[in-house]
């Protein structure tokens, strides 16, 4: 037995509990997919083709980023 690394409860086995691996895994997921998602929609190119409520999201997102820039 063994503690976990990610949730620093007890391991039945010698390894880390694999619903905690897989959060972690989507938690990384997720916080790649906010910092690369203004790349993919190439919006230097076209963002007057936007929606409003899509500009309000990626805005949150880009603000969100910079924030974790400079912490």
């Given at each position: ?9 007890i ?8 619903d ?10 997720d ?7 203004t ?12 929606g409003v ?6 805005g949150?997102?880009?603000r ?8």
């Amino acid at each position: 037995m063994k503690l976990c690394n990610i949730c620093h409860k007890i391991s039945a086995t010698d390894k880390d509990h694999i619903d905690c691996v897989q959060r972690r895994s989507i938690e990384l997921e997720d916080e790649n997919f906010k910092n690369e998602i203004t790349e993919k929609l190439n919006l230097s190119k076209n963002n007057q083709d936007l929606g409003v409520e899509i500009k309000a999201i990626l805005g949150h997102l880009t603000r969100e980023t910079n924030q974790k820039d400079s912490s």
